[in-house]
């Protein structure tokens, strides 16, 4: 396993780097850079059909800087220099343990003011370039792909907060045992958490422009399962805990061909430290699970590439707004309800135990029957 990208560029070239660069964290910013891209390539491929247009915006232009935008500036300045002088100094501290030296309340107060002037500086002299004499009203087209940077970071922020509600919910008493330390570890995300809170945050923002809901969760459909498997890969990748059940099954004769790893695993060298001492290993993430389990994060991979692949290459033979979004809830739901079957989960002692996921997964796949159904009522189902 690779705990951070140090362990993996070492793997590869067989020099160790010391990087502050977590594998799980590497890889979701991976999944938001792609899916970015993918949604802006469906954005623009749906205003040259017309199926949505730019919004007309007014704007002033030629303001001078006002005091608050000085004062935030010097604050994010501040922040920045406080954070980065002392990490620099200190480098070692912030390669060992990056979460903790980031949430910390250390950092370098020389650093902080000389990211304050700088900041601050840069900001008052970049608003005399554009300054006017007398600022005026424009009317700007903003077109729907120049808005997905916008709108990947409000489905970023809303979703992690709604990944980390829904986790803590689904881990109650790890939450009340220690709920700081709950609220601020960047470990435990709840997918569905994220999905639910990023898609009502998104549809709240995209009304500010006019954009067709349904048009808009189409273009977002292919790339959202992208970055689900983009993001297991990090999962998978750091040994994050997210795997499955024992699996001390011997491997079928159909699947000798995969390595062993693929149908059971013990994530040496993970993360979490979960397990039992690596024999001759020293320093930090020397630990591996005592029995092998089923790697569920890879099996989800695969799964979220095949459904990418689905949904993409479907994406132009589907007319009805919503029908593309409809079959992406279904098959995501579909996944994961059996996926659940062999991975570690806290289940709720309901209906003979149930987890929160599979909950969430079958009113999922309930909710793309009923989004088919309503969107199909009276459009055709495909171009002719």
């Not at 964290?25 to 040259?48: D, Q, T």
């Not at 005399?128 to 087209?141: A, F, G, H, Q, Y």
């Not at 990947?152 to 922020?157: C, G, P």
């Amino acid at each position: 396993m690779y705990p951070n990208i140090s362990y993996l560029i070492e793997d590869l070239t067989g020099l160790y780097i010391p990087l502050p660069i977590q594998t799980f964290g590497f890889c979701v910013a991976l999944a938001f850079l792609f899916g970015s891209y993918f949604i802006s390539l469906e954005l623009k491929r749906k205003e040259k059909l017309g199926l949505i247009g730019s919004t007309k915006v007014d704007k002033i232009i030629g303001q001078k800087i006002s005091n608050q935008q000085i004062l935030i500036s010097l604050l994010i300045g501040f922040l920045i220099g406080y954070k980065l002088l002392d990490a620099i100094i200190h480098y070692s501290d912030f390669v060992n343990n990056p979460q903790t030296f980031i949430l910390s309340s250390r950092g370098s107060l020389t650093g902080g003011i000389l990211g304050s002037l700088f900041s601050c500086y840069r900001d008052i002299s970049n608003n005399k370039k554009t300054r006017l004499e007398k600022p005026k009203k424009i009317t700007v087209d903003v077109h729907p792909h120049e808005l997905v940077g916008n709108l990947i970071m409000v489905a970023a922020i809303s979703g992690i907060i709604g990944a980390k509600i829904f986790h803590n919910l689904e881990n109650i008493d790890d939450f009340i045992k220690d709920p700081i330390n709950q609220i601020l570890s960047f470990s435990g995300l709840t997918f569905y958490g994220g999905l639910i809170f990023g898609v009502y945050f998104v549809l709240r923002y995209a009304k500010k422009y006019n954009l067709n809901n349904f048009h808009l969760f189409d273009a977002f459909a292919p790339s959202l399962i992208l970055a689900y498997g983009i993001g297991r890969m990090g999962c998978h990748l750091s040994g994050d805990g997210d795997w499955g059940i024992v699996n001390l099954n011997p491997k079928p004769e159909l699947l000798n061909f995969l390595p062993d790893w693929m149908w059971s695993y013990n994530y040496p060298n993970n993360v979490i430290n979960a397990g039992i001492p690596i024999e001759g290993c020293t320093g930090n993430f020397c630990m591996q699970l005592a029995e092998p389990v089923y790697p569920t994060p890879f099996y989800e991979i695969i799964l979220s590439l095949l459904i990418f692949s689905l949904l993409w290459k479907l994406r132009k033979k589907i007319s009805t707004p919503g029908l593309l979004f409809s079959i992406y809830l279904f098959f995501n739901g579909l996944e994961r309800f059996f996926i659940e079957k062999i991975r570690v989960n806290t289940e709720y002692q309901i209906l003979g135990g149930i987890t929160q996921a599979e909950i969430i997964s079958s009113m999922l796949m309930l909710t793309s029957i009923v989004l088919a159904l309503h969107v199909t009522r009276k459009i055709n189902f495909f171009y002719k």
